[in-house]
């Protein structure tokens, strides 16, 4: 057996010392982690994913405005925050690709902008008559139309939720995996063609659930105080919300299937009300987490 020698008072000192000031280091860094630094803004579609359409104007023109005046207002306003954006051009950015900038920037939150439209109803219209064996019988043909009056406001974070194949928001923002040309490889052999696929999507561990729908449910709020209708925060399948390192969230911003939610989301005052509505609802979450 090896003499161990004993150590003296003063190294002990030294050592109980140097472990008081790692561990105090540790604790800043820990808590320097909570301060919000990076926000990635996504303007939703792009390029040849054009996505919803309203009597004049695109859901991807609307979403690049919406995200490039957010930016701006981040910016002018949070001093200390970095802006990153998807897009800044129109361009077609993969949905994957989306989170990866958000992921490799280290990013504190993950902000896409979309906006809101209304499925197609096909009826049957009469549109003339004829005489079939001395008898007037009507000629119907097939018309497609959409609501034109559904409107407000809804926030997505990723999640369970229900998986629904007939669910237009997660058949419509991830209608772009379709456009992509390596999309099994980049979604874990996700099939778009088969609905119960919508699960993997879903199964991608979320694991800034908590602080994501506490950031929703301050935009959500924050359209509230404005006037919006509210059609809530819910947690759906979105690939460009999986596999998000940090808090992130989906919002919709108006119908642009509704021409006076159009009108709003293309206005000065529009733009204005709800870029002001997204700056407020980050100023809070960040007072909230930071103190
Ligand atoms: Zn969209």
Request: charged residues 25%; glycine residues 6%; positive net charge.
């Amino acid at each position: 057996m090896k003499n161990i020698p004993l150590l003296r008072p003063n190294a002990i000192l030294i050592a109980i010392i140097s472990v008081a000031i790692v561990i105090s280091t540790n604790y800043q860094a820990f808590t320097q982690e909570y301060k919000i630094k990076t926000i990635v803004i996504d303007a939703g579609h792009g390029g040849k994913d054009g996505s919803t359409r309203g009597e004049y104007s695109t859901e991807k023109d609307v979403a690049l405005k919406t995200a490039l005046r957010l930016g701006a207002a981040i910016e002018a306003n949070m001093k200390d925050v970095k802006v990153i954006y998807t897009r800044s051009t129109d361009v077609f950015i993969p949905l994957y690709e989306r989170i990866a900038i958000a992921n490799n920037a280290k990013a504190d939150l993950f902000i896409s902008i979309h906006c809101n439209d209304m499925p197609l109803i096909r009826s049957s219209v009469v549109t003339g008559y004829k005489k079939v064996k001395g008898k007037r019988v009507p000629i119907r043909s097939s018309v497609y139309r959409k609501s034109t009056s559904t409107r407000g406001v809804e926030t997505f974070v990723s999640g369970m939720g229900r998986i629904n194949e007939q669910d237009e928001v997660i058949k419509r923002e991830n209608a772009a995996i379709f456009l992509e040309d390596n999309y099994k490889e980049n979604y874990e052999g996700f099939d778009p063609n088969n609905a119960e696929n919508y699960i993997i999507l879903s199964l991608m561990k979320n694991t800034f659930r908590t602080q994501s729908l506490k950031l929703a449910k301050l935009v959500q709020d924050e359209y509230v105080n404005v006037g919006r209708v509210n059609r809530g925060v819910q947690e759906k399948s979105l690939a460009v919300l999986a596999r998000a390192g940090m808090p992130a969230i989906l919002t919709e911003i108006g119908f642009i299937s509704n021409p006076a939610e159009e009108d709003y989301m293309n206005s000065e005052a529009g733009q204005e009300e709800i870029t002001n509505c997204l700056l407020k609802a980050i100023q809070n979450y960040q007072r909230s987490i930071e103190g």
